[in-house]
């Protein structure tokens, strides 16, 4: 309980404020910080205009934003849209910047919940026959959403939202039937999706969700006659207004130097 003029209420609670705001923004709060909201509002706000490029504050104080000219576009273009498609080889940091946005969404409480999905075709065989439940099944095929998020939200309380639903792990063949509300939810690996598969998951989109769909044109693993639904989508969906696509190539590549000159080496056999 507080008391006192109800001026300075007014100004105690918008300090308050500021605090859980910066809290929930930054991952990160000290003495310091506080003194400057409460004594100097100006610096702090000079200090997050700093910083308002950075996407996520990760695990261990990683500042996490947009590497590449690409890959801000996804940043800016789902602000104003509420879907995107990101297209382009591996290592183009299609899923890490996706994953970015989704934990940003979610410490800043436009999203209640994000959702991971995608198809599990590569290895051929049935989900059903692969032991332990649905997320122990699924786990190999999302390791690289899982491994962006432990960059980004501490073990303790990445475990807490996976339990609780907050983070959620959905088989793609499981999302039929379901309409996704306050969500931000991302296919990875589109490529392998087929056309009713794709149908499908873009109709689950609800009210304040925002979808981004990940996917390399050139590495679908379906088989020879069938169809890709990514593909099939871009040419159908690219001038939806309120969709956009980005397509990342080798400059957006941000792994080992040589994962540039492999995707270059492998564009001229194909030419």
């Known amino acids: 309980m507080i008391y006192g003029e109800p001026s300075l209420l007014d100004a105690f609670e918008r300090h308050i404020e500021m605090l859980v705001n910066y809290l929930n923004k930054y991952n990160k709060i000290d003495e310091n910080v506080i003194?400057?909201?409460f004594s100097n509002q100006k610096t702090i706000e000079k200090q997050s205009k700093k910083m308002e490029n950075i996407?996520?504050?990760g695990v261990g104080g990683k500042l996490i934003k947009a590497q590449t000219p690409n890959q801000q576009k996804m940043v800016d273009y789902i602000l104003k849209n509420d879907m995107?498609?990101?297209i382009g080889p591996a290592?183009?940091?299609k899923t890490y910047t996706a994953v970015a946005l989704?934990?940003?969404?979610?410490?800043?409480?436009e999203v209640r919940r994000i959702i991971l999905t995608r198809p599990a075709v590569e290895s051929g065989e049935n989900l059903g026959f692969l032991p332990g439940d649905i997320k122990e099944k699924l786990d190999p095929y999302m390791q690289p959403l899982y491994d962006a998020l432990r960059d980004m939200i501490p073990h303790e309380k990445l475990e807490s939202h996976l339990e609780k639903g907050i983070i959620q792990i959905a088989p793609l063949a499981f999302m039929r039937g379901r309409t996704l509300d306050e969500a931000f939810v991302i296919l990875d690996e589109a490529q392998n999706t087929t056309h009713s598969q794709m149908k499908m998951f873009l109709t689950r989109m609800g009210k304040s969700a925002k979808f981004i769909i990940n996917g390399d044109p050139?590495?679908?693993?379906l088989p020879r006659k069938q169809v890709?639904?990514?593909i099939e989508s871009i040419r159908i969906l690219e001038n939806?207004?309120?969709i956009k696509i980005v397509t990342l190539d080798e400059s957006d590549v941000i792994r080992h130097k040589l994962v540039k000159d492999i995707i270059a080496a492998y564009k001229t056999l194909e030419k």
């Open 102 to 109: 989704a934990v940003k969404a979610l410490k800043e409480r």
């Open 228 to 230: 890709s639904g990514l």
């Open 218 to 221: 050139e590495q679908v693993d």
């Open 84 to 86: 995107i498609f990101a």
């Open 55 to 57: 996407l996520v504050h």
């Open 240 to 242: 939806v207004k309120g």
């Open 35 to 37: 003194f400057q909201i």
């Open 91 to 93: 290592g183009t940091g």
